[in-house]
Nanobody, 113 residues
Framework: QVQLVESGGGLVQPGGSLKLSCAAS????????MGWYRQAPGKQRELVARISSGGVTYYADTVKGRFTISRDNAKNTMYLQIDSLKPEDTAVYYCKIMHLEVWGQGTLVTVSS
Protein backbone atom coordinates (compact mmCIF):
# COMPACT_ATOMS: atom_id res chain seq x y z
CA GLN A 1 0.00 0.00 0.00
CA VAL A 2 1.49 3.30 -1.11
CA GLN A 3 1.34 6.16 1.37
CA LEU A 4 2.10 9.86 0.91
CA VAL A 5 2.99 12.25 3.73
CA GLU A 6 3.18 16.00 3.17
CA SER A 7 5.06 18.41 5.39
CA GLY A 8 6.41 21.93 5.42
CA GLY A 9 3.28 24.03 5.61
CA GLY A 10 2.84 26.90 8.02
CA LEU A 11 2.02 30.55 8.50
CA VAL A 12 4.02 32.93 6.35
CA GLN A 13 3.79 36.61 5.50
CA PRO A 14 2.98 37.79 1.97
CA GLY A 15 6.10 37.73 -0.15
CA GLY A 16 7.62 34.94 1.87
CA SER A 17 8.64 31.42 0.87
CA LEU A 18 8.00 27.86 1.91
CA LYS A 19 9.22 24.48 0.75
CA LEU A 20 6.75 21.63 0.94
CA SER A 21 7.79 17.99 0.93
CA CYS A 22 5.91 14.84 -0.01
CA ALA A 23 7.45 11.59 1.19
CA ALA A 24 6.25 8.41 -0.48
CA SER A 25 6.48 4.82 0.64
CA UNK A 26 6.98 2.03 -1.86
CA UNK A 27 8.91 1.66 -5.08
CA UNK A 28 6.17 2.99 -7.34
CA UNK A 29 7.18 6.60 -6.69
CA UNK A 30 10.16 6.68 -9.02
CA UNK A 31 8.04 5.48 -11.96
CA UNK A 32 5.07 7.76 -11.32
CA UNK A 33 3.94 11.15 -12.47
CA MET A 34 3.41 13.10 -9.26
CA GLY A 35 1.32 16.17 -8.64
CA TRP A 36 0.71 18.92 -6.12
CA TYR A 37 -2.85 20.09 -5.63
CA ARG A 38 -4.34 22.68 -3.34
CA GLN A 39 -7.76 23.36 -1.91
CA ALA A 40 -8.62 26.78 -0.60
CA PRO A 41 -11.54 27.30 1.79
CA GLY A 42 -14.81 27.04 -0.08
CA LYS A 43 -13.14 26.15 -3.37
CA GLN A 44 -12.53 23.02 -5.38
CA ARG A 45 -9.24 21.19 -5.25
CA GLU A 46 -7.00 22.29 -8.12
CA LEU A 47 -3.81 21.02 -9.71
CA VAL A 48 -0.95 23.46 -9.29
CA ALA A 49 1.99 21.47 -10.64
CA ARG A 50 3.02 18.01 -11.76
CA ILE A 51 6.29 16.31 -12.57
CA SER A 52 7.04 13.20 -14.59
CA SER A 53 9.35 10.45 -13.47
CA GLY A 54 12.03 12.01 -15.66
CA GLY A 55 11.51 15.52 -14.35
CA VAL A 56 9.30 17.13 -17.00
CA THR A 57 7.17 19.74 -15.27
CA TYR A 58 3.83 21.45 -15.71
CA TYR A 59 2.49 24.46 -13.82
CA ALA A 60 -0.91 26.06 -13.60
CA ASP A 61 -0.90 29.60 -14.94
CA THR A 62 -1.74 30.98 -11.51
CA VAL A 63 1.53 29.74 -10.02
CA LYS A 64 3.90 29.80 -12.97
CA GLY A 65 7.10 31.65 -12.10
CA ARG A 66 6.54 31.41 -8.35
CA PHE A 67 6.26 27.66 -7.70
CA THR A 68 8.95 25.10 -8.48
CA ILE A 69 8.23 21.39 -8.38
CA SER A 70 11.08 18.90 -8.06
CA ARG A 71 11.71 15.34 -6.99
CA ASP A 72 14.44 13.12 -5.62
CA ASN A 73 13.71 9.58 -6.73
CA ALA A 74 16.50 8.19 -4.53
CA LYS A 75 14.70 9.61 -1.49
CA ASN A 76 11.16 8.87 -2.72
CA THR A 77 10.39 12.52 -2.10
CA MET A 78 8.79 15.32 -4.08
CA TYR A 79 9.08 19.01 -3.27
CA LEU A 80 7.24 22.24 -3.96
CA GLN A 81 9.19 25.45 -3.51
CA ILE A 82 6.76 28.32 -3.17
CA ASP A 83 8.11 31.86 -3.50
CA SER A 84 6.48 35.30 -3.49
CA LEU A 85 3.54 33.93 -1.53
CA LYS A 86 0.22 35.71 -1.83
CA PRO A 87 -2.81 35.58 0.45
CA GLU A 88 -4.68 33.73 -2.31
CA ASP A 89 -2.14 30.90 -2.02
CA THR A 90 -3.69 30.05 1.34
CA ALA A 91 -4.88 26.45 1.06
CA VAL A 92 -4.31 22.89 2.09
CA TYR A 93 -1.68 21.45 -0.24
CA TYR A 94 -1.86 17.78 -1.20
CA CYS A 95 0.41 15.51 -3.16
CA LYS A 96 -0.88 12.76 -5.38
CA ILE A 97 0.27 9.89 -7.53
CA MET A 98 -1.39 11.02 -10.72
CA HIS A 99 -2.53 7.66 -12.05
CA LEU A 100 -3.81 6.41 -8.71
CA GLU A 101 -6.37 7.66 -6.24
CA VAL A 102 -3.65 7.99 -3.62
CA TRP A 103 -3.48 11.27 -1.70
CA GLY A 104 -1.56 12.53 1.26
CA GLN A 105 -3.27 14.04 4.28
CA GLY A 106 -2.38 17.58 3.23
CA THR A 107 -0.35 20.38 4.74
CA LEU A 108 -1.84 23.80 5.47
CA VAL A 109 -0.25 26.92 4.04
CA THR A 110 -1.55 30.20 5.43
CA VAL A 111 -0.36 33.48 3.95
CA SER A 112 -1.23 36.41 6.16
CA SER A 113 0.34 39.47 7.69
Amino acid sequence: QVQLVESGGGLVQPGGSLKLSCAASGSIFRFSVMGWYRQAPGKQRELVARISSGGVTYYADTVKGRFTISRDNAKNTMYLQIDSLKPEDTAVYYCKIMHLEVWGQGTLVTVSS
